[in-house]
């Protein structure tokens, strides 16, 4: 059974700071996705992986994938405060995508 | 871009009513979804299609049935709404790749089902 695992599950970062956000998958897949939730909306996609060593960018994030070892990471770079949202990995299996459960980002000033 | 409508923002029904929530996409894709989201469960899917009159179970299927007449939508049953339905409601939407998505889901706006 496919497993997707998210952490932290909850981060608070200061404005300005660093920080990366953990993806592992438990079967052989190579596309990756993550998702953005803002509160009280619904998903939208960020980025799309899909091969070994892909990395996306945009903004202040960055996304990269590792099929060997079945993991993804979204880095964020200098957070402010537009990032504050809930962000899901997801994996697809069979005309399916299972997604972890998310991560919710709060950026303090 | 991709429209994906849900019918309903918010719903209320009273427990054992039939509940039907109603999902339209404007972009002709081949695969649709049902998925539930919950505090701290993420998202669960429930049902999805990949073809007119196509259906395949998702993980947690019971107390739900879904109909796909048309391509571009997607209908979610709830046959006999009980309390532990209450939950955000998902529809989304994506193009087929021959055996796997190869899109990202373009999701609606979800429905917020409260059963009382």
């Known amino acids: 059974e496919l497993k997707v695992e998210q952490n932290p599950l909850f981060l608070s970062m200061q404005e300005g700071k660093n920080y990366t956000i953990y993806c592992n998958y438990s079967t052989t897949s190579d596309r990756l996705y993550w998702y953005r939730q803002d509160p009280g909306k619904s998903l939208e996609s960020l980025f799309v992986?899909?091969?070994?060593?892909a990395v996306k960018q945009e903004g202040r994030l960055m996304a990269s994938l590792d099929t060997k070892a079945r993991l993804s990471t979204l880095h964020i770079t200098a957070a402010v405060h537009d990032l504050s949202a809930t962000y899901f990995c997801?994996?697809?299996?069979?005309?399916?995508?299972?997604f972890g459960a998310g991560t919710r980002l709060t950026v303090k000033p | 871009d991709v429209k994906v409508t849900q019918s309903s923002r918010y719903l209320v029904k009273r427990t054992g009513e039939k509940v039907f929530l109603e999902c339209v996409q404007d972009m002709d894709h081949e695969n649709m979804f049902w998925y539930r989201q919950d505090p701290g469960l993420g998202l669960r899917l429930i049902y999805f299609s990949y073809d007119v009159k196509m259906k395949e179970k998702g993980d947690i299927p019971e107390g739900y049935s879904v109909s796909r007449e048309k391509k571009e939508r997607f209908s979610l049953i709830l046959e006999s709404a009980s309390t532990n339905q209450t939950s955000m409601y998902l529809c989304?939407?994506?193009?087929?790749?021959?055996?796997?998505?190869?899109?990202?889901?373009?999701f609606g706006n979800g429905t917020r089902l409260t059963v009382t």
């Open positions: 989304a939407s994506s193009l087929y790749g021959g055996g796997s998505i190869r899109s990202p889901l373009h």
């Open positions: 992986l899909l091969s070994n060593g």
């Open positions: 997801a994996v697809d299996r069979n005309n399916d995508m299972r």
